[in-house]
């Protein structure tokens, strides 16, 4: 296909998405009429991951819904390792979030989270810059890093740090025969992992910092 086709015909199959109680993925050239409580995320992904339509998104979005449900976000200072497209920055500030910080190696995931901030109108609560960890803040409430168990297991100290204690990790990209794998780094590094979700092969976790 020529490139110009390309990057048009994969929207026709992006659709609107509820993931959760209330979360709400709307492409940007899709109409939507909210519910009184959609939580409405507009997004454009362009060449960035992360629309929604891959379980470890879902994944993560469904634990970002059950956190806020339980107080986690309100007001929380966020982190998102690897923010893709930002829809987890999105959703975790449309859930309570104060600020969200989002980092991606990939140049194209910033231009696309900062471009998907401003469609929401929130430029002025999330950034996003290039790099990875250490992120040079102070640490934060919570650590969004839906990436792959590998680098989850490599990283697990690096992530355990950007956590103030009792600040929550909420890690996806697990595939189910990796859960334990992940966990026993996670526990290694001294983060206790308090939940756990699965749909199809894949898995997240929740971890806590003492």
């Known amino acids: 296909m020529d490139e110009a ?9 992006f659709p609107v998405m509820r993931i ?12 939507h009429r909210a519910a009184s409580d959609d939580i409405v995320l507009a997004l454009d992904p362009g060449m960035a991951f992360g629309t929604g ?15 806020a449900e339980r107080g986690g976000l309100d007001g929380a200072r ?3 390792v690897g923010c893709g497209s930002g829809i987890l920055a999105i959703a975790a500030t449309r859930l309570g979030a104060a600020s969200v910080l ?12 900062l471009a998907n901030a401003r469609r929401n109108r929130l430029a ?11 992120s040079g ?8 890093a839906n990436l792959i168990a590998s680098v989850l297991v490599a990283r697990a100290g690096p992530l355990r740090d950007e956590l103030r204690p009792a600040g929550l990790l909420l890690a996806s990209g697990i595939f189910a025969d990796r859960e334990a794998e992940v966990a026993d780094a996670f526990e290694t590094v001294g983060l206790a992992v308090v939940e756990h979700s699965i749909e199809g092969d ?3 976790l929740v971890a806590r910092r003492p």
Do not use: N, Q, Y
């Open 5 to 13: 086709d390309w990057a048009d015909a994969w929207k026709a199959f």
């Open 20 to 31: 959760g109680r209330r979360l709400v993925i709307r492409p940007t050239w899709r109409r």
């Open 53 to 67: 339509l891959h379980p470890t998104t879902r994944l993560c979005l469904a634990a970002l819904e059950g956190v």
């Open 78 to 80: 966020v982190l998102d």
């Open 102 to 113: 989002g980092v991606d190696i990939d140049p194209i995931a910033i231009e696309a989270t």
């Open 124 to 134: 002025r609560r999330i950034r996003a810059r290039e790099g990875s960890l250490p």
């Open 137 to 144: 803040e102070r640490p934060f409430d919570v650590v969004l």
């Open 202 to 204: 894949w898995v997240a």
